[in-house]
């Protein structure tokens, strides 16, 4: 089963400046899950509690609470345990809720190892599983056929679209629950952004996918739910694309 994902309360500041404010949101599994809003609404900061990613930036303050449940009950993971262990530690989250960002940030290698050398050094797959692991991941985002035989190729002479799948590719291959997504297709031409949205929608069958978009049309094509952001907040929820339309989400914003 997909992650469940769950928020309460949940408040965002950085240098006491507040981002977030009394955030609930639910994000059920296998659906995908689409954050709308004007610039500095607080939607990627939205995405990036759900894995801690906030923590990074300096002056950061998250309090509330933040679950996920992969199957074996909910986990809050900002608690501790007894004060000092994390109830879900970070790299446990990290592996189980993967990341993609606007633009792709393919590493400096081959396209073999933009996806075998993370299984190694963060998933410790044993060097047996890896090429099976690469091949499975490019097959799930559609490269397999494309780039079989070139796959030492330099990750960076793939075209932008062939790069963000790539990336795509390498995230699933940690075999992740969750996907959160920071605008996937910003940085794509038209029929690169289609083929995204496309492959997107065929992996909502097993993963929770919950992403940040600048396009209501994008949202109206994908959505399974659309979460509406205004000033830190979560100000409207639509499951029904029919309610989802200029005037309304005007109204909000």
């Given at each position: 089963?997909?992650?469940l994902v769950s928020l309460a309360d949940v408040s965002v500041s950085f240098f006491k400046q507040a981002v977030l404010q009394n955030i609930n949101a639910a994000f059920p599994a296998n659906k995908i899950s689409v954050l709308v809003g004007r610039s500095g609404?607080?939607?990627?900061?939205?995405?990036?509690?759900?894995?801690?990613?906030?923590?990074?930036?300096?002056?950061?303050?998250?309090?509330?609470?933040?679950?996920?449940?992969?199957?074996?009950?909910?986990?809050?993971?900002?608690?501790?345990?007894?004060?000092?262990?994390?109830?879900?530690?970070?790299?446990?989250?990290?592996?189980?809720?993967?990341?993609?960002?606007?633009?792709?940030?393919?590493?400096?290698?081959?396209?073999?190892?933009?996806?075998?050398?993370?299984?190694?050094?963060?998933?410790?797959?044993?060097?047996?599983?890896?090429?099976?692991?690469?091949?499975?991941?490019?097959?799930?985002?559609?490269?397999?056929?494309?780039?079989?035989?070139?796959?030492?190729?330099?990750?960076?002479?793939?075209?932008?679209?062939?790069?963000?799948?790539?990336?795509?590719?390498?995230?699933?291959?940690?075999?992740?629950?969750?996907?959160?997504?920071?605008?996937?297709?910003?940085?794509?031409?038209?029929?690169?952004?289609?083929?995204?949205?496309?492959?997107?929608?065929?992996?909502?069958?097993?993963?929770?996918?919950?992403?940040?978009?600048?396009?209501?049309?994008?949202?109206?094509?994908?959505?399974?739910?659309?979460?509406?952001?205004?000033?830190?907040?979560?100000?409207?929820?639509?499951?029904?694309?029919?309610?989802?339309?200029?005037?309304?989400?005007?109204?909000?914003?």
């Open positions: 089963m997909a992650g609404s607080g939607k990627t900061t939205l995405l990036r509690t759900v894995n801690r990613l906030n923590e990074e930036f300096p002056g950061c303050v998250t309090s509330g609470k933040v679950e996920v449940d992969f199957g074996q009950g909910p986990r809050d993971i900002y608690a501790k345990k007894s004060g000092t262990k994390w109830d879900l530690p970070l790299a446990e989250l990290r592996l189980r809720v993967g990341m993609l960002f606007q633009k792709p940030n393919c590493f400096p290698v081959s396209v073999y190892r933009n996806v075998a050398m993370p299984l190694d050094l963060v998933a410790g797959a044993p060097a047996g599983e890896i090429p099976d692991r690469v091949r499975a991941a490019l097959e799930a985002v559609g490269l397999w056929t494309e780039l079989k035989d070139r796959l030492d190729t330099p990750a960076e002479r793939l075209s932008g679209g062939q790069q963000q799948r790539l990336c795509l590719a390498r995230l699933l291959a940690l075999q992740p629950d969750i996907l959160l997504l920071d605008e996937p297709t910003a940085s794509l031409d038209v029929h690169a952004a289609r083929d995204i949205e496309e492959l997107l929608r065929g992996l909502a069958s097993k993963y929770t996918i919950i992403m940040v978009s600048h396009e209501l049309s994008q949202a109206r094509r994908m959505a399974d739910q659309t979460l509406v952001c205004a000033e830190g907040k979560i100000v409207g929820v639509f499951t029904d694309k029919a309610d989802l339309d200029e005037n309304r989400l005007a109204e909000l914003l």
